[in-house]
Each structure stands twice: as structure tokens, then as C-alpha cells.
């Protein structure tokens, strides 16, 4: 098999205009939901190949290897895709714990109640001892 048909897969992809596709953080075991990025072509590819979750940093214009400063790595254990071929699945074993750079679990952890945004989730780690800036 030659090394584009290795990749064909990737076609599939219904990918936005800017070569985008978002892509859902799901915890292995539990199913929470951890977080929400977005990939690019060489980023999915790279998860694949890798095991490791890496996604597309829109705010650092640039591929963002999840853990790379934190060490909170993302183990993939299944990569899906949506009926409509634009949002990827990843099932992961969230290393450390900590998804969110606010060093919650994860990443929602504001709810709705009664027109308020409300905080129900504890910083398991205060980010300035994750990331040292």
C-alpha cells in the first residue's frame, strides 16, 4: 500500500473551510466529557500514529501535543467519527487527572442555574504550580 492510500482515511473528514474539524475529549471508563479542541489534518494523523492526543491551537497558530507543558497527556484509546463525518471522538485516559489548564478535570465545569454560570468543580491544582509561565 503506498503512503497515500495509508492516509486515505483522513479524506473522510468533512473538515471546515480553514482545514479544521472539532474534536470531543471523552474520558475511557467513565464517558465525561473532558474537553473540546479542534484538529487539523497532521494533527488527527498524528494522534493516530502516536497514541497521544495532539490538537490544533488556534490561539498559538500552531499543533499543541495535549500535556506538552502540563504532563497531563491524553492516552487515546478509540478514535471516532460522527455520522455527518465533522466531529471526531476521541476515548481517552486523561494522565494526571487534569484536562483543563484551570487544573480542573475537565474543562466544563460551569453550570446554568437559574441565569447564573455557576462553578461546581474544585481546581484539583493551581495552574501557576502546572504551568510555569
Known amino acids: 500500500m503506498s503512503a497515500p492510500d495509508k492516509l486515505a482515511w483522513l ?3 468533512n473538515w471546515t473551510t480553514d482545514g479544521l474539524v472539532p474534536v470531543i475529549a471523552q474520558e475511557a471508563g ?3 466529557v473532558l474537553m473540546f479542541a479542534w ?3 497532521e494533527a488527527l494523523q498524528l494522534t493516530s500514529e502516536t497514541g497521544h492526543a495532539v490538537y490544533w491551537s488556534r490561539s498559538r497558530g500552531r499543533l499543541w501535543h495535549k500535556g506538552e ?6 492516552h487515546v484509546h478509540e478514535i471516532r467519527l460522527d455520522c455527518d463525518e465533522d466531529v ?3 476515548t481517552v485516559e486523561q494522565v494526571g487527572g487534569i484536562a ?3 487544573g480542573r478535570h475537565n474543562c466544563f465545569f460551569q453550570k446554568l442555574d437559574q441565569g447564573n454560570w455557576v462553578i461546581d468543580q474544585p481546581v484539583l491544582k493551581d495552574p501557576k504550580a502546572i504551568y510555569h509561565e
Not at 69 to 74: A, W
Open 69 to 74: 507543558e502540563s504532563g497531563h497527556v491524553q
Open 30 to 32: 467513565s464517558g465525561r
Open 39 to 41: 484538529m487539523n489534518r
Open 100 to 102: 483543563c489548564h484551570t
Open 88 to 90: 471526531v471522538l476521541l
Open 11 to 13: 479524506d473522510k473528514v
